[in-house]
């Protein structure tokens, strides 16, 4: 069946626009971050007409300027040479400086239109083609972390068996819905302690505070105590988000599991369609769970950032 790049994650969607566009003109730099959404007219243009969301058109645009401002400017090259010699011959002939500009400015402005336009929408569309056995096995090598290799597995096994276009729609929005899961699963990285042992030592700084006469050490050993008693708390919040992401990465496996199987089945014949609607609209809920998680991770890296430490006053007696 057709697989899309836009069926897959983001972070794959770019990388393969970022490869198939710069073919012929230089290295991808594949490893760079997902770049920031920038779509404008000429984005607009060239993602017309297409399958893509807005928001997928604005990523795959910057991503794929190697090849689209590559091919524009090769043919404004060659174009402005063949563009010049009609320019002075007019020039030549007329007599008439001016005329001979005018025509070079009007050729070389149409050769803008053309190159930026339809050339440049030419490898745009070309970099969002089907995917081929060959590329998903490619990435299959390069991936370095499992989940994302069963899941680049998965997309093996779909692009080669035949399927009707129902059919196939379908699998692309499980894709599409198990890439975005994927991409927005939180890496916790935080070491757990035991937040028992936080709080008490919380306490004791409360009260060794209470009980300093020097107000400057009295505040130090209260700020120490807000400390330890903020790391008990973000040690709870990690451990809950690290349990989330666990279970929900253990329940984006099993989906791919059953989506391989239904793959399988679709060779013989008998994959059941409701069964397939079902493992889509499922894969579909399993993405808006991980994004929550990923929020939730988001939260507790801004409760996490250190804030602006507090001026301690001087004490005039």
């Avoid at 899309?4 to 393969?16: D, M, T």
């Avoid at 505070?209 to 008693?229: C, G, H, K, L, M």
């Avoid at 079902?278 to 769970?289: F, G, N, P, Q, T």
């Avoid at 990923?294 to 602006?308: F, G, M, N, V």
């Amino acid at each position: 069946m057709e697989i899309f790049p836009q069926n897959l994650s983001s972070r794959y969607h770019i990388e393969l626009v970022r490869r198939r566009s710069a073919k012929g003109f230089g290295e991808p730099q594949v490893d760079e971050p997902i770049p920031k959404p920038q779509l404008g007219k000429l984005g607009s243009y060239w993602a017309q007409g297409m399958d893509l969301t807005q928001e997928q058109a604005a990523l795959a645009a910057p991503a794929s300027a190697v090849g689209t401002k590559g091919v524009a400017a090769v043919m404004m090259f060659i174009g402005g040479i063949f563009v010049a010699l009609p320019a002075i011959v007019v020039g030549a002939s007329l007599r008439n400086a001016a005329l001979g500009f005018s025509v070079f400015g009007a050729g070389t402005t149409t050769l803008w239109f053309l190159a930026h336009g339809p050339i440049a929408e030419f490898v745009f569309r070309k970099a969002h083609a089907a995917l081929s056995p060959k590329e998903v096995e490619d990435m299959i090598g390069r991936s370095q972390d499992e989940l994302a290799k069963s899941y680049l597995q998965l997309v093996r096994d779909a692009v080669l068996v035949e399927a009707n276009e129902p059919t196939s729609e379908k699998v692309r929005e499980a894709l599409s819905a198990l890439g975005d899961a994927i991409e927005a699963l939180p890496a916790v990285v935080i070491q757990p302690q035991d937040t028992t042992v936080l709080r008490s030592q919380a306490r004791e700084l409360q009260e060794r505070a209470a009980n300093e006469t020097d107000p400057v050490i009295s505040q130090s050993f209260t700020r120490q105590a807000d400390s330890f008693e903020q790391r008990a708390e973000s040690q709870e919040k990690s451990a809950l988000v690290g349990r989330r992401a666990a279970v929900l990465r253990d329940e984006i496996i099993a989906k791919i599991a059953a989506l391989r199987d239904a793959i399988a089945a679709q060779q013989t014949g008998t994959l059941d369609a409701s069964a397939l609607t079902a493992l889509s609209e499922s894969a579909r809920s399993v993405a808006k769970e991980s994004q929550n998680a990923a929020s939730a991770h988001d939260e507790l890296e801004r409760y996490l950032t250190p804030k602006e430490p507090s001026h301690i006053q001087s004490v005039h007696r």
